[in-house]
């Protein structure tokens, strides 16, 4: 493991240079973001080893190959990128701005914001369109407070997935951990769908996902649960409703984010939601609360994603100081 003093600090250094500069436009025009190369590795691994024509095992067996060189592979160019940045006269630096690259922070709470300033300036049409580019669900099938509710979901589950984890494994094992984590977790969100093309093939990804995700989840919710009071809701009812509701989410890890955020607004997250060509049925998270969202609502979550953010990165100061 890699927990140690300056390793923290450099972690915390990434986490503010996040928050400060998120994902320069500029740059990501002229040059490919390091996840898009990853999307292109995984997407050539599904062309050319998700065979339709295939038994079911087969394509388990090939899915389970690609895990293993993606995992390999993040492992791999982790390790070289820091082992080049210790033979550079000012390598820490290399090691903060590739960490903060994958750090979600800043992108996350713009991303969101835009759902609640679609909403307020151009009304359903334009929060639609907005919230249409953080989450798979059919757009014209929302009204205001399902668009609202969808943004404050991707906020809290993205927080966890973008934020959290990716800081959690940095922790652990530096570049080589942070680097595997996010070609899972991209994995995941390409080829770990339940459905006839990726059922099989996308298996080992997905359920390895889930696993590598399970402690960033937990964090997650407690990080959103102290950081509740900022948005005029209580510590106490959001931890009230990750342990009375975490376990109904159909994702073993969505659900604990997405229950302190439901409980810190004091509103029902999750529940029905239509996505292109299918409905599901699932059952309200905090559903006793508001389920009239409001961008106003939008609002509050962002406030207690940054409280959040602010916490995680006390607790890594502090830490760094004590075992410093």
Known sequence: MLIYEHALWLLLAAILLDAVAGDPDWLWRRLPHPVVWIGKTISLFDTHMNKTTATAFRRKQAGVAVLLVLVSGGLLVGAGLQAISARLPFGDILIVIVAAVFIAQNSLYRHVAAVRDGLEQD???GGRKAVAMIVGRDPDQLDEARVSRAAIESCAEN???GVVAPVFWFALFGLPGLLAYKAVNTADSMIGHKNDTYRDF???SARFDDLINLPASRL???FIALAAPLAHGTIRRSLSSIVKDAGKHRSPNA???EAAMAGALDIALAGPRTYPGYTVDDPYLNETGRKEATANDIDRAGI??????AIQALMIGAVAMVIG
């Open 123 to 125: 009304g359903l049409n």
């Open 159 to 161: 927080y966890s997935d």
């Open 202 to 204: 996308g298996w080992a």
């Open 220 to 222: 997650s919710g407690l």
């Open 255 to 257: 659900g604990w984010p």
């Open 304 to 309: 207690v994603m940054i409280g959040a953010c």
